[in-house]
Every structure is written in C-alpha cells, then in structure tokens.
C-alpha cells in the first residue's frame, strides 16, 4: 500500500477513535452527521461526495480532500470527472488551491494504482 | 419580480459589464472562465452548478450563491435536493453558514414563487 | 426597540423557521445542537458564549456575532470584558476584523440603551 | 458627494471614535499599529498601500477595500494599475471575489467621478 | 519529552527569535501585542487562553494551536473543558475543524503525559 | 542546495506536469493565466509578485508563499523590504499569520544563502 494512502488511515482512524473516547456528546454527534449526511437521499451519495470534495478543496482541508477522494474513489468517479472537480474549486477558490490540487492529484494516482 | 431577485440581477449584470469594460485581460479571461467551466463535459451542467454553490456557501460569498441558486434552479433541481446541498454545506462548513443558508433559503423561494 | 436590533431578530427568527420547515434531518440536527453546544457542562454558559462570540469574530460572521452579543449580554457579561474579547478576535484575526468590531460595538451598545 | 463614499466614511470615523473610547489599549495598539504600518519605509506609501488593497480584496473584506482605496486614489494610483491590482487578488483568491471587485470598481469610479 | 511537543518548542523558539532580529517595528509591536493581549484585565487568564485556542482553532492554525494548547495546558484547564472547547470550534467551523481537532488531542495527551 | 528549496521545488515542478498532463482545459488556463498575471504591464514585475506574495500570506498558503518568495528573491528585492511585506500580511491577517511568516523567514534566508 501507498505511504500517503496508509499514514492517512492509520492517524486518522487512531485519532478519530480517540475523539470518540473523550466521550463529549456534541463531538459524538457531529462525527455521526458526518457519516449521515453523505447517505444517499435527494442525492446520490456519488454526488454527496463530489460535494463535500468541492467543499473540501476551496477550504483548502488536506486531510478531507484525502478522506473525500477516497469515497469518490470507491464510488468509481473516473479521472475526467474528478479532474472536472478539481477545475470548479479551483476556479471559485483561486491560484491558493493549486498547491492542495497537487497533493489531490498524488492521492488520486495512488488510490488508482492500489487499484491496481 | 421579487426586489431580491431584481436587485441582484441588474447590479451584477450592470457591473460585470464595467469590469469587462476595464479591458484587463486577465479579469476579461476569468470572467470567461467563470462561465466556460460550468458547461457540460464529464460532469453535467446540474452537477456543475450544484458544486459551485456549495463551494460558494463554505466560502460564504453570498453573491455567489444567487447565482448559482438561479442556474441549480433553471435546471430543474427539486427543494429536496437544494436542502441536501444546504446540509452538506453547513455540516463541512459549520454553523457559521446558517446565516448565509438562511439568506440561500429567502432567494431560492422567491425563485420558486416568480416561477409560479 | 432598535432597528437593528428588532430587524436582526425578526429575520433570524422567521428564517430559521424556514429551515426548520425544509424538515432535512442534517439540517435540523445541526440548528439543535447549535443550542446543546452552549450549554452548562465542564465551563459555564458564561465561557461559553464568549467562545462562541470569538469564534464568530475571527471567521467574520456579523450574524453568527449578533447572536452571541445577545446572548453574552443576557449573561451579565461587562462592557470591560466584551472589549478584552474583542481585543482577543481583533489581535488574532487581524485588522479584518475591525469592520465587523465596529458593527458589533455598534449592537453592543444598542443592546446596552435597551436594557436601559 | 457619493452615497457610498459619504456612508462609507461617516460611519467609518464614527465608530472608529467609539472604538478608540472603549479605552481598551489592545484595540487601540491595533487600530495605532494600522496607521504606522501603510507609513513610507523600505517601500513607499504606494507600493504599501496596494499590498493593504489586495490583502483585503483576497480576505474579502468590503470595508477593508474602500478603506484602501481611498488611500491608493490620494496617492495618484491610475485605473489601469488598479485594474491590475483587482486581477492579482481575483487570480489568487479566485471567482469569490468577483462580487467584491464589483463593488470595489462601484467605489473606485465614485473616487473617480468626486476628483473631477 | 514528546517529539511533537519539542519540535515546535524548539522551531517556534528560534524562529521567534529571528523574526525579532529582522528589527521590523510593525513586526516586533505585534509580538509583544500577542503576549499582552493574554495578560489578567477585566478577564482572567485562563479564560482568555480558552478563547486564544477557540479562535486559532477555527482558523486551523495548527501551531497557534499548539502554542495555546500549551497555555492552557499550564494554567490548569481540565480535559472536560478542553473537549468542550473543542466542541464549540467543530460546530462553529464545521468538519473542517475535524483534522485540526485530530492533532491538538494528540497534542493535548502528549502535554498530559509530559506532566505524568 | 538547501533541502527545503530543493524538495519545494522538485515537488512542484513535477506535480504541475501531472496537472497539466490531465489534460484539463479549466485547469491549464488557471496556470497559464497563473503565470501571466504576473508580468509587466502597468505594473512592473516587482510590485505585482509582492502583491501576489502579500495575497499568499494573508490566505496562510505556504506552497504559495514559498513561489513568490522565489520570484521575489530573483527580482532582487531586499530584506528591509520583504520585511515591510511580512508586517502588512501580519497586520491584515493577525497572530495567525506568525506560524507562516516564520516559515517564509527560513525560506527567505534559504534563499539568500544558496544566492550567497
């Protein structure tokens, strides 16, 4: 496996657990509605992720462009799609999202080459 | 017309036509950008459009999100999908967004009463 | 009573309503914990609310801080310690936040001339 | 005079006044350090006042922009090195900020049309 | 002493350090701004730390995280309070916050198990 | 070289191949309009590459501050100026800009040294 793809996982799965150990209620809870919301309803949950990608991506969040591309990944949203994500956030966000669109664009190749 | 509807469309419309009258390319190509990349390619444009308005509402422009609620909205998105987009945009971006939601919610049902 | 007071209250109010009333189960979720979060727990409601003033300063949401003025100020919280929270949003923040300290002085005292 | 600019700098000198009467010395260090910063050193006034200019255009704050060009139409800055000015903090800070440049060239052609 | 705790002691320190000896006025005010704006006034030190934290937080600056993590770490603040605080900047900043989140608990156990 | 110029540029030069090899129409002009924007026009080079360079802090995005860094270091700009542009960023920005200025400034004497 990819280093990027495991060093991810493995942190944020040992501290997401944590966060859920401390055991604060609204903590709790916003960790479950960030499961929910990307359940299919209205939407999709191929277009739910895309959403919460873009969001990612023009809030320049690293590790939830990782976590989205992941989910998008599995969800098989092909390269031209994903590329087409990638030019609305950075045409809405600016030039500011190249430098998270190149570390996308390494997480995506390692994603498609786990793949295999 | 809805005052919030007219008053969005002819300011934006009158002042995007000044800044094209700036003739500085780089604005003139952004501009052209703005409305190139929405069109449709391995995304459809209803897609396209729901991204760019949740990329608007984390980034809380709330001009932004007039304009693509007016485009979500000639493409035929139902109530129940735009409140999906609501949630995802509120849960990445926090309650923060509430009020730029609230003011989403206002121009989305004068879009729906001028459409009759 | 204020104009701006009654004209923030009376909008928030009715939209909030609204979105209620789009019975999207994220989107109610996150207005009920909105109110769960203030709450007593391990700090006081006080503490609290001056948390969420700040948070509300720095992300430069002139909403987000109406609301917590008033609550702050329901609170009992002095006019010498609203300043220290401004000085907090206004170091961190940057001068950005000037604009949004004018306007949230300008509430403060409005709350201030109405509790008489 | 314009609506805009006397609106903008009525309320502006008003409450800045209030401000520095909270007496709270954080604040007016701040609002101290906010003049002395924009002073002639290493780089001139003008040069100075355009990084103000587009640091608030690409934080997209309105009253930060009128603040700044005010001060960039005093010390002689033409349309066309404005223009350009408006182009770096909308490549950078993307299409977000093509509202706030919409009410920056509104503001920058009032400046215009008070001068004569 | 826990590696995360001592490479940013130590970057920070020293890094400090030469933005002092760059001898920029503006540069240096702001620094010493930044230790008194946390000194007792009208508020107590603790409570201003909380709010230092709960600011950086939603900015998601990690290393101003940290440094007010250590803060508060000293003046005593419990785990309880410390996940209350976190809670207000998840749900004012949404899942965003979540990754920041992830690194001051880390943070925050190291200092923990520093004390012993 | 020094390590942190060098592993800044490798990167970048090679992930800015593979975007430009998606083949995306939106994202090569972004990075084409990214490189014209910069040239002279009336403007000089100089000015707009501190204005991109103010832009990149005040939005904290190191990636892009790093390549401003670079290009202004090749236009010859000089410490005491680069210092002036650093107090603008930390003015408008806040405390929370400290952590990348710090940054900036071992860069900036990264590239001072490797020029010697």
């Not at 060093?7 to 960030?34: A, C, G, H, P, W």
């Not at 030019?87 to 430098?99: D, R």
Request: aromatic share 6%.
């Amino acid at each position: 496996m990819s280093d990027i793809l495991q060093s991810f996982r493995e942190y944020r799965s040992r501290m997401n657990q944590k966060l859920m150990e401390t055991d604060n209620k609204v903590i709790k809870r916003i960790m479950n509605l960030d499961t929910n919301t990307y359940k299919e309803g209205a939407l999709d949950e191929r277009t739910k992720e895309m959403l919460g990608l873009v969001a990612s991506m023009v809030l320049r969040c690293d590790d939830c462009i990782s976590y989205h591309l992941e989910q998008c990944h599995q969800l098989g949203i092909s390269n031209e799609e994903m590329y087409e994500i990638f030019s609305v956030a950075n045409l809405v966000g600016g030039t500011i999202v190249i430098p998270h669109t190149r570390r996308a664009l390494e997480y995506w190749e390692a994603l498609n080459k786990e793949k295999g």
